[in-house]
């Protein structure tokens, strides 16, 4: 079936960088976009980005240009988001989401990312 | 890009209907028929529950509606269950592919 698996969770300080992969299986990798929501503790969803995954094309949201970047690797059937300059502000669960016109099925298990000095 | 507009909370006896509304404007939720709604109990991962305004995929049970109306998209769950508890939130295209959600929703069957 459909599935995506996230990479573990990560602890970073403020000012570092953190990468979270989101690995697809059960369809061909490049049907369909990739998206990036994260959910900071209590707080609501927040969509990130996406990636066209058949020509690595990328859209961030206005709050992430700058820091966000999500990139494909084809031959693993991968796909990873990088976020830059971390504040305590970016401690949240990271999830990647299938795309299917305009909806998001299946989602990955998330990912907890803690920035803390 | 401001997040969709969100009761914070609804509450229903088993049994009864609860709708959950979701604001946005003309560049959003208005604009275009690309609403979908999920759910997400604590410590899990969000569900779909409803596509395209009003579009119900296969497993999820026909309690679950959709509508829309100008810029105010609403979720309907009728004959509650204990099991419908958890936090909601709807979802919609923004144009220039961007998406944004709503604030989210804690539903509380009493």
């Known amino acids: 079936q459909v599935q995506l698996v996230q990479s573990g969770a990560e602890v970073k300080k403020p000012g570092a960088s953190a990468k979270v992969s989101c690995k697809a299986s059960?369809?061909?990798?490049?049907?369909?976009?990739i998206h990036w929501v994260r959910q900071a503790p209590g707080q609501r969803l927040e969509w990130m980005g996406w990636?066209?995954?058949?020509?690595?094309?990328?859209k961030s949201s206005q709050k992430f240009q700058g820091r966000v970047t999500i990139t494909r690797d084809t031959s693993a059937s991968t796909v990873n988001m990088e976020l830059s300059s971390l504040r305590s502000e970016d401690t949240a669960v990271y999830y990647c989401?299938?795309?299917?016109?305009?909806?998001?099925?299946?989602w990955g298990q998330g990912t907890l990312v803690t920035v803390s000095s | 890009q401001s997040a969709l507009t969100q009761p914070r909370s609804v509450s229903g006896s088993p049994g009864q209907s609860v709708t959950i509304s979701c604001t946005g404007t003309?560049?959003?939720?208005?604009?275009?028929?690309?609403v979908s709604w999920y759910q997400q109990h604590p410590g899990k991962a969000p569900r779909r529950m409803i596509y395209?305004?009003?579009k119900r995929p296969s497993g999820v049970p026909d309690r679950f509606s959709g509508s829309k109306s100008g810029n105010t998209a609403s979720l309907t769950i009728s004959g509650l269950q204990a099991e419908d508890e958890a936090d909601y939130y709807c979802?919609?295209?923004?144009?220039?592919?961007?998406?944004?959600f709503g604030g989210g929703t804690k539903l509380i069957v009493l």
């Open positions: 989401a299938i795309e299917i016109t305009n909806w998001f099925d299946p």
């Open positions: 059960g369809y061909s990798f490049t049907t369909y976009a």
């Open positions: 990636i066209n995954v058949g020509s690595g094309n990328t």
């Open positions: 003309s560049s959003d939720v208005g604009g275009y028929n690309y």
């Open positions: 395209d305004v009003n």
């Open positions: 979802c919609s295209y923004a144009g220039s592919y961007t998406w944004v």
